[in-house]
C-alpha cells in the first residue's frame, strides 16, 4: 500500500570531506540564530551560535556563516567525523525582543558520514 | 555535568491517563523552556518560565496541558486525559538572562507514548 510520510533533507560525505548544511530563515527581526545537533534519541545539542551583527563565526571544525540580505544560514563542518552524524537543526529567535530566547526551528538536515 | 535532566525518560501511558514530567534546569539558569518534537520535525516551543513567571504560551498548549515551575528551580509538565496525538518528545531547556548571552541548553527529553 501507499506510504506517506516526512522526507528530511539529506546529505552523505565521506570521513575527512568538508560538510556544508543549508538553512533558511523567515523573520526579518530575527537577531540570533543556533545550531543544534540532535542524535538518535536523544535531545538537541548546541553547536555554535550567531547574532545578526555578525556574518560569519568559527568554532572548533565549525563555521557558522549568516547572509541577512537572503535570510540564510549555513554551517560548515571541516574533516567530518562518523560521530558527526546526526541530523541538524538550525533554529532561530523569532521575536528578537519581548519574547527573546523562544526558539523557532527548521526543518533538520541528516548528515550521514561514512567511514 | 549538571546538565538539563528530565524524568522519567520514557512513559507508556493509557489514553485518558494523566502524565506529569519533571525537569531540572541547569543550576543558576532563570528561564526555563518546554518544547514538543515529534518524528520527523524540529522542536515547537510550548511554554517558557522566567523565574516562577510563566511569561508565554504557545497555542499548542491546549487546556489538558499545565506546567509550573513554583519555586524557579525544577519544573513539571502535566498532560491530563492523554490522548494517541501527544505522543511525542517533551524537551526541557534553559538558559540565562545574564550578559553572556542567551545560549539555550536541552535535556535528553521525555518521550511519552499513549496507547
Known amino acids: 500500500g501507499e506510504s506517506v510520510g516526512l522526507h528530511l533533507p539529506t546529505l552523505s560525505v565521506q570521513e575527512g570531506d568538508n560538510s556544508i548544511i543549508n538553512c533558511a530563515y523567515s523573520n526579518s527581526a530575527s537577531d540570533y540564530f543556533i545550531w543544534y545537533k540532535q542524535e538518535s534519541g536523544k535531545g538537541p545539542q548546541f553547536i555554535i551560535d550567531i547574532r545578526s551583527n555578525m556574518d560569519k563565526r568559527q568554532g572548533q571544525r565549525v563555521t557558522v556563516l549568516l547572509n541577512k540580505t537572503v535570510k540564510h544560514l549555513s554551517l560548515q563542518i571541516a574533516a567530518t567525523q562518523p560521530g558527526d552524524s546526526a541530523v541538524y537543526f538550525c533554529a532561530d529567535d523569532n521575536a528578537g525582543g519581548t519574547s527573546y530566547g523562544k526558539l523557532t526551528f527548521g526543518q533538520g538536515t541528516i548528515l550521514t558520514v561514512h567511514p | 555535568d549538571t546538565g538539563v535532566s528530565q524524568n522519567p525518560r520514557h512513559k507508556i501511558t493509557k489514553r485518558g491517563q494523566n502524565v506529569t514530567f519533571r525537569c531540572d534546569p541547569i543550576?543558576?539558569?532563570?528561564?526555563l523552556y518546554w518544547y514538543r518534537q515529534t518524528l520527523g520535525q524540529g522542536p515547537e516551543f510550548l511554554t517558557y518560565?522566567?523565574?516562577?513567571?510563566?511569561?508565554?504560551k504557545s497555542r499548542l498548549l491546549s487546556d489538558r496541558f499545565s506546567a509550573e515551575r513554583p519555586k524557579g528551580s525544577f519544573s513539571t509538565l502535566e498532560i491530563q486525559r492523554t490522548e494517541q496525538g501527544d505522543s511525542a518528545m517533551y524537551l526541557c531547556?534553559?538558559?540565562?538572562?545574564?550578559?553572556?548571552?542567551?545560549?539555550?541548553?536541552f535535556g535528553e527529553g521525555s518521550w511519552l507514548t499513549v496507547v
Open positions: 543550576s543558576e539558569h532563570n528561564r
Open positions: 531547556a534553559s538558559s540565562s538572562t545574564g550578559l553572556s548571552g542567551n545560549t539555550i541548553y
Open positions: 518560565f522566567q523565574n516562577e513567571a510563566q511569561l508565554e
